[in-house]
RNA sequence: GUGCCUAUAGCACAGUGGUUAGUGCACCGGGUUGUGGUCCCGGCUACGAGGGUUCGAUUCCCUUUAGGCACCCCA
C-alpha cells in the first residue's frame, strides 16, 4: 500500500506495569509464522500486473467478481474436496471458533464459490453463472519455493451449464491470461468421466495393481486402499513402470463421456491451445468430474517440483454435495504467487503504476503549513507529487528527490512563502524558475504533459529536455507568475 | 508429515576456538548561510534462539526455529 518501506515502529506494551521486568532493549521481533510472507513495495508492481491482468479478463468475458469469506464451516470443504484428499487430511487450519462452531480457513474457494451458489439461490439467476474470485486461500503444508501456506489465488468458474465448450472456454481464459502477461504456458489435459464410470475402472485399476502389491511403497499401497485414482500421478519409477501397461481411463469413460472430452479437445484445436493429452492426470480433490487439466510454464512442464501454475476442471457433483440441486459446473484456480515468481524469473518487471512526478521541498513550519494546502491542489490535478518531512536541510530533499526521480522539485522557503511564490526545479537541467504559488499547479501540469509528449516522440532521447523548456517558458501563465 | 543442506548487519557476501567480527550496497549525519546526481569524511545495525563441550565459542556438539532442495501433495 505504501510506496517505500517503512521500519515498523516498535510496539510498545500496553502499560509497563511497575512489577513487569524491563523490556529488553535487543529483543528479537516476532518472527513471520512459518509459511506467511508480506508483500513488499518491489514486488507489488508484479502483483497489481496480475490482478489487473486477471479482472481485465474476466471482465471482457462477463464474469462477476465474487468476495468469499476466509473463514467457513469446516464441513463447506470437507465431504466435497475428499476425507482422503490430503488437503482435508492433514493441511487444513481448521479449529473451534469461540461460539464452538467448527470452522476451517478456507483451503480453495471453489467449494465455497458453490455454497455461496446454493445459499443465494442462484439458480433463480440466468444460467450460467460466471463468477471470479481472487483472495488468500491457507493450506498448512511444509513450505517450499513457490508453496506457501497463506497463498493467493484467483480463479473462474461458470455455473449452470454441462456444456463442453464451457470447459474449453475456461482453458481458453485461463491461457489466455498467461500469454497477456508475457508467460508461456502449456496446458495438461485428461477427463476422469463421471462417479459412475469411474468407479468400474477403479475396480480394474486396483485388480491390475494386485499382483504387484509387494513391490509398491508404503504411499502408494495406501493410496490404492484410500484413493486408487491417485496412484497414476505417482512418480516412483516402480509405478510408473508398472503405468504403461494399467487400463487407462479414457478407454472407461461412457459414452457421454467420452463425447464431452473430444468436444473439449476440438475446440482447443480449434483455438490453437496448447495442450497435452496426459491420461495420468489426476486431481487432488474429489469433487472433480470430467475434464480435469493443470497448467504449466511451457519448457519445464510436469515433472518440476511447484512448477503447476494453475488447474481445475468439472465438478459436476459438487453442488449436490453442498445441498443444492445437481449442478453442473466447471472452473480453474490460478496460483498468484508462482505466476509472479515467474513473471520476475522471465526479467518482467513492470514499472509502478504511478510514480511521484513533483517533489515538494520545504524550508521551515511555514513553508511546510502551505505545502498541506498544495498537497490537495495536485492531488486534485491528479499529479502524485512527493515529499521528505523528516528532512531539514534543502540538500537532503534534493537527494531524495534525485533518488525518486521526478522531473520537478518545487522549493518553498521563507522568502517565497512571504512573497506568495514558489521555485519550480527542473531536474534534468537544473533550471529554476519562480513562479506565481497560485499558479503552480497549472504551470506544472503543462510542463509534464509537455515532458511526456517529447517522450512518445522516438528519436528525442537525448538531451530535449533543456532545449525545450523555453518553448514553455514564454507561456501566458508562467509570465503571469511574475507579477 | 519424512529426508538432506543452510543460518553472520536492511540486502549481498567475507572471516575466526581467544584482545575492538570485516567489505560493498543501503540507511543516518557532515564537507559552514536555502540547491540533487560524482567525490571525501563520520556514524548505525549482525554472528537466528536455547542448551552443552571448553579456561574461553560466532566458530565444535545437541535441540529448536526459519529458509532452501527432494519426497508427499498442490497453487
Known amino acids: ?17 511497575p512489577g513487569d521486568p524491563p523490556i529488553k532493549k535487543g529483543k528479537a521481533p516476532p518472527e513471520l509464522l512459518r509459511g506467511f510472507r508480506d508483500i513488499l513495495a518491489e514486488e507489488q508492481p508484479r502483483w497489481q500486473l496480475v490482478r489487473d ?56 474457494a471453489t467449494a465455497q464459490v458453490a455454497r455461496a451458489y446454493v445459499n443465494h439461490g442462484m439458480l433463480n439467476l440466468p444460467q450460467p453463472v460466471k ?10 503444508d511444509r513450505p517450499q519455493a513457490g508453496r506457501f501456506r497463506q497463498f493467493n489465488q484467483f480463479g ?21 491470461i498467461f500469454k ?38 508404503e504411499d502408494d499401497k495406501r493410496r490404492l486402499q484410500k484413493n486408487p485414482l491417485r496412484i497414476l500421478d505417482s512418480k516412483d519409477p516402480v509405478v510408473v513402470e508398472l503405468l504403461v501397461g494399467a487400463p487407462q481411463i479414457v478407454d ?8 464431452h472430452f473430444m468436444k473439449v479437445i476440438e475446440f482447443l484445436d480449434e483455438m490453437h491451445v496448447p495442450y497435452v493429452l496426459n491420461p495420468h492426470l489426476v486431481r487432488g480433490l474429489d469433487y472433480y468430474t470430467h475434464t480435469v487439466f493443470e497448467i504449466f510454464l511451457a519448457g519445464d512442464e510436469p515433472e518440476r517440483a511447484q512448477s503447476a501454475l494453475g488447474g481445475g476442471g468439472r465438478y459436476d457433483g459438487l453442488l449436490e454435495m453442498i445441498g443444492g440441486r445437481p449442478t453442473p459446473a466447471c472452473g480453474f484456480a490460478v496460483g498468484i504467487e508462482r505466476v509472479v515468481k515467474a513473471l520476475g524469473e522471465k526479467g518482467i518487471h513492470p514499472p509502478p503504476r504511478r510514480r511521484p512526478q513533483v517533489f515538494f521541498a520545504q524550508l521551515g513550519d511555514a513553508a511546510r503549513r502551505v505545502g498541506l494546502k498544495l498537497f490537495e491542489e495536485f492531488r486534485k490535478a491528479d499529479i ?26 518545487l522549493i518553498l522557503g521563507q522568502k517565497e512563502v512571504l512573497d506568495g511564490t514558489i521555485i519550480v526545479r527542473d531536474m534534468d537541467s537544473g533550471a529554476q524558475e519562480i513562479v506565481d504559488g497560485a499558479k503552480v499547479v497549472a504551470l506544472v501540469k503543462r510542463k509534464l504533459a509537455h515532458a511526456s509528449d517529447i517522450l512518445v516522440t522516438p528519436a528525442s532521447a537525448g538531451a530535449p529536455a533543456e532545449a525545450e523548456v523555453p518553448e514553455i517558458d514564454p507561456d501566458l501563465d508562467a509570465q503571469d507568475a511574475f507579477r
Open 156 to 176: 473462474f468458474e461458470v455455473i449452470g451449464v454441462p456444456e463442453a465448450i464451457v470447459d474449453a472456454q475456461l482453458i481458453v481464459i485461463a491461457t489466455q
Open 131 to 140: 463468477v471470479w474470485y481472487e483472495g488468500p486461500m491457507f493450506r498448512h
Open 180 to 217: 497477456d502477461l508475457g508467460l508461456d504456458v502449456s496446458v495438461q489435459i485428461n477427463s476422469i468421466g463421471t462417479v459412475e464410470s469411474r468407479q468400474a475402472y477403479l475396480t480394474e485399476l486396483v485388480n491390475y495393481f494386485r499382483p504387484h502389491r509387494s513391490k509398491l511403497s
Open 53 to 108: 491482468t486477471v479482472r481485465t479478463m474476466a471482465e471482457a468475458y462477463s464474469f462477476d467478481r465474487i468476495d468469499l469469506p476466509i473463514l467457513e464451516r469446516s464441513e463447506v470443504f470437507l465431504r466435497p474436496l475428499g476425507k482422503n484428499t490430503d488437503v482435508v487430511e492433514k493441511e487444513m487450519y481448521s479449529f473451534e471458533d469461540p461460539g464452538g462452531d467448527k470452522v476451517s480457513l478456507r483451503p480453495e
Open 252 to 259: 472407461w469413460l461412457d459414452e457421454d463421456a467420452k463425447n
Open 384 to 409: 502524485p507529487v512527493a515529499e521528505a518531512f523528516g528532512k531539514n536541510a534543502l540538500k537532503a530533499q534534493l537527494e531524495v528527490a534525485n533518488k525518486l526521480a521526478v522531473p520537478f522539485t
Open 1 to 17: 500500500m505504501f510506496p517505500k518501506k517503512r521500519p515498523q515502529p516498535p510496539k510498545p506494551p500496553a502499560e509497563p506495569k
